[in-house]
């Protein structure tokens, strides 16, 4: 389980806030989306989740307790990044067992998790190439593929579709959500299409300039946008 807690979360660089007073509750098993404009703190509050970067003001917490308590790599939380992070130098096998070797887990585990991931994402064939010899897509499906084999509790996905072409990122996305339904998993996904935002999520973060402007289910911002900010921003009518 993951629920995971954000009391007036804020981060600022230097002098200039980029985040401003986050409250938010992310459920255990709920896929939540933060949408919003370019620049406006959706990977820096993803990033602040991970563990990857320090608020500046408020607390995080994970099932109850304080983020910063918790070495990230205890925290079961996956992330997926836009550009893959690869290892170029390594085939896609090592690329996924390389966490869970520097976890010490036992040979036998990680074969079965890497063949079971391997399956789920019908990557299999490539466990032998390097990330260089695959298409986008299939890097694509290894990055998600090292997250799942990790079994986390929560899965951080940062426009894990933004590279992929039209059609790809369509059929990626039904996958993407068929996998959210078979690990029911924590998925917190992060994305400026508001398409893909509004197709995948159980509810919707609306971010704009470092402030939330709403939460709500894809029908809730629809059918009762907050502002004209929102309404604009999700295509609904005003
Ligand atoms: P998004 O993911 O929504 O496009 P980001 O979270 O990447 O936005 O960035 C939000 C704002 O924070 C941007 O103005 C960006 O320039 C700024 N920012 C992000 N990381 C840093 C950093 N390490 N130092 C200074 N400014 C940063
Ligand atoms: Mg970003």
Redesign the pocket.
């Known amino acids: 389980m993951s629920q995971i807690t954000l009391t007036d979360v804020s981060r600022a ?1 230097g002098k ?1 806030g ?1 985040l401003h007073d986050i409250n938010l509750d992310i459920l255990d098993g709920e896929l939540i989306v933060f949408v ?1 404009p ?8 993803l990033r602040l989740i991970a563990g990857l970067d320090l608020p500046t003001g408020g607390a995080i917490a994970i099932d109850g307790k304080d983020v910063t308590t918790v070495p990230a790599a205890d925290r079961g939380l996956a992330m997926v990044f836009q550009s893959y992070a690869l290892y170029p130098h390594m085939s896609v096998r090592q690329n996924l067992a390389f966490g869970l070797e520097n976890a010490r887990m036992a040979r036998a585990e990680i074969d079965a998790r890497i063949a079971e991931a391997a399956r789920m994402l019908e990557i299999a064939p490539y466990l032998d190439r390097r990330p260089g010899q695959l298409s986008g897509g299939q890097r694509q499906r290894v990055a998600i593929g090292r997250a799942i084999v990790r079994n986390p509790t929560a899965f951080l996905l940062d426009e894990p579709l933004s590279n992929l072409d039209a059609e790809l990122r369509i059929s990626t996305r039904a996958e993407l959500a068929a996998l959210h339904e078979r690990l029911s998993a924590t998925m917190v996904y ?1 994305t ?1 299409d508001q398409i893909e935002a509004m197709t995948l999520a159980d509810r919707i973060v609306v ?1 704009r300039a ?1 402030r939330i402007e709403q939460i709500g289910t894809p029908l809730d911002l629809y059918n009762h946008p907050a502002n004209l900010f929102v309404a604009g921003f999700i295509g609904a009518p005003r």
Do not use: A, D, E
């Open positions: 660089f200039i980029v919003g370019s620049g406006c703190g959706k990977s820096t509050l992060v400026h971010l470092g």
